[in-house]
């Protein structure tokens, strides 16, 4: 089968954690490089890839600056959601509403301070449906100990996306043409990977390793568009500890469903006996009670 190309935004990275207190303050700054790129993945039949997501890390009361240059011809705006950004408003994201987008060869310099929070949150682009493709983990590190008492072993961010194999440019303009839903996606990934069940993907797998017995944290984000996603850990239960950088009374599940922009921590024992494989799946599927296509038969042709 012939490959067929099309072209994705992919955001690299480069960071620097400078320990240089502004005159007023004893907090840190902490500077982030992005330059969007564009990605050319081979999809329908070939290889499924979306891309890495990169995380920014950093400790609560931090000051932050993100520049970012944009390398492809489209506008561009990155949005962190969930930041609460005081007295930073125009460094909230949202194109034409805080910020001019960046234009194609611009930069611009994010400069925000992470003020009485802590947890998994995240961000991602807020041009068009550019945030299908760009987007990556916000963590911001507690300055007091966690509010439950097990040992946590290093924490792993799996992020939930959508693939389609059509353009998300197309998929959106089709959207709103028609006035109906978009477009359910092709293929759901974790991680950018999309796993065993789409073609040519068997071995873009996530894959995270554990020892028997540790405890580790796992910080959950929902970065796809539309969908609600259910997920669950094969014979795990799930001790849900944190939802939207909020604490919450620990309780535990099988599986949780989390939104489209959610996020949640979640507390996995590795407690199971594996099978000969040493392997036990974790998945996200989607929340769909029905599907409706848009007939636009009433529509006239030319």
């Given amino acids: 089968m012939e490959a067929k190309f099309h072209n994705f935004l992919l955001l690299t990275i480069s960071l620097l954690a400078t320990q240089l207190p502004p005159s007023s303050s004893t907090s840190t700054i902490k500077k982030f490089h992005f330059n969007t790129l564009p990605l050319e993945a081979c999809v329908k039949g070939e290889r499924e890839v979306s891309g890495a997501k ?6 609560e009361g931090d000051n932050v600056h993100v520049t970012v240059t944009n390398k492809v011809e489209m506008n561009t705006t990155i949005h962190w959601h969930g930041v609460r950004q005081l007295w930073s408003a125009w460094a909230d994201g949202p ?4 910020q001019c987008p960046i234009g194609a060869g611009k930069a611009y310099t994010y400069k925000f301070s992470v003020v009485d929070q802590r947890g998994t949150l995240w961000w991602h682009a807020h041009f068009s449906w550019q945030r299908a493709s760009v987007y990556g983990a916000f963590i911001i590190h507690p300055r007091t100990p966690f509010p439950f008492s097990l040992p ?3 924490a792993n961010v799996p992020i939930f996306g ?3 194999n059509e353009d998300v440019e197309i998929v959106e303009n089709e959207m709103m043409l028609y006035g109906g839903g978009p477009q359910i996606s092709d293929a759901y990934t974790i991680n950018g990977l999309p796993g065993p069940l789409y073609p040519c993907s068997d071995k873009d797998i ?9 405890t580790y944290l796992l910080r959950l984000i929902n970065a796809a568009l539309n969908d609600e996603l259910f997920f669950a850990v094969a014979n795990h239960t799930l001790t849900v500890v944190e939802i939207d950088g909020v604490y919450t009374k620990p309780f535990a599940t099988t599986a949780i469903m989390i939104v489209p ?3 949640t921590n979640v507390l996995l024992t590795a407690d199971q006996l594996p099978g000969p494989t040493g392997i036990f799946t974790m998945a996200a599927r989607p929340y769909l009670t ?3 296509h848009f007939n636009n038969s009433t529509f006239p042709t030319q």
Avoid at 54 to 59: F, L, M
Wanted: overall charge negative; charged content about 10%; proline content about 10%.
């Fill in 54 to 59: 990169p995380t920014i890390d950093v400790n």
């Fill in 95 to 98: 194109a034409y509403i805080t």
């Fill in 152 to 154: 946590i072993y290093p």
């Fill in 162 to 164: 959508e693939w389609w």
């Fill in 206 to 214: 996530f894959i995270h390793t554990v020892i028997p017995g540790k």
């Fill in 261 to 263: 922009g959610q996020t």
């Fill in 290 to 292: 029905s599907v409706f």
